[in-house]
């Protein structure tokens, strides 16, 4: 209790003026209840309610109160930057700081809600804790800055013509990078390095490790962040993972590791390039399921536009040592900084659950010892269909209908959302897919209009 009696006090002291007890959807969209100074104190103590049932896939009309219990570690101070773009009018300034604690979501008997997708990643958190490890994670977020219409709508229009890590002349872009960066650090979010990315207007921001529930965290945070200053700037940020044709998208790389004893378990001096078997295995439960959790870590319509050949983002289910065109990279570094890079999930994924299946294939391949078989560090898009399967290198879904098709054969991934979210997960992604068949695209019309 004395840690929320030290909040209460900064609180105080920092004059904070509201508190925004900060949550996820199941699509992962960013929601937040948002209190006055005198309910400081019912807040911290977790006496909040709001009525679940009004939010997707959460809960039924008959289950709609729910608690906010908070998480007192993520409390957090927004520096001016995002308050003053809260409040354009400034009263934000004027009126007192914004602060923020994430909360997880729980029946008003104190029982964890299976529909929070924070307690879902903790679920598997603990998994690993009782094999005696600890998941570390670091994250490259790529996102696209664009300009705004005179009416402030979003557009696809850029001003800058740089490429990757291009050092331009500096633009609204570049400038509101450096403070989405500044706001990061302000916040202890160990933003490590940003730069420009290849199409124009992308670029990519690096959370350096953390244990995977505090990643989670930071990336929910971080798009908040990263939204909320491209507004002030008069600009709009997406993650999005392809917002425009025949231009790279974007990806949500993710650096994993197990950490067992204080060591880093997937280092191995003394086996065949100084991986560990549980490395191997972990791996090798990546690569299982891969196409299992694809409808998680890569959840729209859209990601399977970024998930096609020639845009450096994988189509193939396989694992490199040397280049970058496979799913799953062992990067050079070894010892402590041993580890594996997904390259698949973007960053439209729910980071709570996307973290989790990934967690939960991981240890499902180390649980079942399974071999990932030999690096492939051949040229992929250049080998025949015989030598593919040779490798046994199976494809990526090609849309999400398939993503789906693939997550309901998966128990591994299933067992990991549990019951609650997968149904509900599994309906909001049938729904979304049934309402884009059903659309007529302007390339379709180009198409066929004339020549039908």
């Not at 008959?62 to 007192?72: H, I, K, N, Q, Y």
Request: proline share 5%; net charge negative.
């Amino acid at each position: 209790m004395s840690e929320a009696r030290d909040i209460f006090d900064e609180l105080k002291k920092r004059d904070v003026r509201f508190l925004l007890l900060q949550f996820t959807d199941l699509l992962g969209v960013n929601k937040a209840v948002e209190v006055p100074a005198s309910q400081f104190e019912k807040a911290l103590a977790g006496e909040v309610t709001f009525d679940g049932s009004a939010l997707e896939g959460f809960a039924r009309v008959e289950e709609a109160d729910a608690l906010l219990v908070p998480d007192l570690a993520s409390f957090r101070v927004f520096p001016r930057e995002v308050a003053a773009a809260e409040d354009k009018g400034g009263e934000g300034q004027r009126g007192g700081a914004v602060a923020r604690i994430i909360c997880d979501i729980c029946y008003p008997d104190g029982r964890p809600f299976e529909g929070c997708p924070r307690t879902t990643l903790k679920r598997q958190v603990e998994r690993a804790a009782a094999l005696g490890s600890a998941m570390r994670v670091g994250c490259e977020v790529e996102f696209f800055i664009f300009e705004q219409t005179e009416r402030g709508e979003p557009t696809t229009r850029t001003l800058d013509a740089g490429s990757y890590f291009d050092l331009v002349p500096v633009d609204r872009g570049e400038t509101a990078r450096r403070i989405i960066v500044a706001v990061l650090e302000e916040m202890k979010l160990n933003a490590e390095a940003s730069h420009h990315e290849v199409a124009g207007g992308q670029h990519e921001i690096d959370l350096g490790y953390a244990d995977v529930l505090t990643m989670a965290d930071h990336l929910a945070t971080l798009r908040f962040v990263v939204r909320t200053i491209a507004v002030r700037h008069g600009l709009v940020a997406t993650f999005m993972p392809k917002p425009i044709y025949g231009r790279n998208g974007s990806g949500m790389h993710t650096h994993q590791s197990l950490f067992a004893k204080g060591k880093n378990a997937f280092f191995d001096a003394k086996g065949p390039i100084q991986l560990s078997e549980v490395g191997r295995w972990y791996i090798g439960g990546l690569l299982r399921h891969a196409r299992g959790y694809c409808a998680v870590t890569n959840p729209l319509v859209n990601s399977y536009k970024r998930l096609v050949p020639g845009y450096e983002a994988p189509v193939n289910v396989s694992w490199s040592t040397q280049n970058v065109s496979p799913l799953v990279r062992v990067p050079a570094q070894r010892g402590e900084a041993t580890r594996c890079e997904n390259r698949m999930p973007d960053p439209s994924a729910n980071p709570y659950l996307g973290l989790a299946v990934q967690l939960a294939a991981g240890l499902a391949g180390i649980r079942e010892r399974i071999d990932p078989g030999e690096p492939v560090n051949k040229n992929i898009a250049r080998m025949s269909y015989r030598e593919r399967r040779r490798y046994r290198i199976d494809d990526l879904p090609r849309d999400l209908h398939e993503a789906l098709d693939y997550l309901e054969k998966d128990a591994v991934v299933r067992e990991a959302l549990g019951d609650h979210i997968y149904e509900r997960y599994l309906d909001a992604k049938r729904e979304e897919w049934q309402e884009y068949i059903g659309q007529v695209s302007e390339w379709e019309l180009n198409r066929y209009l004339g020549q039908y």
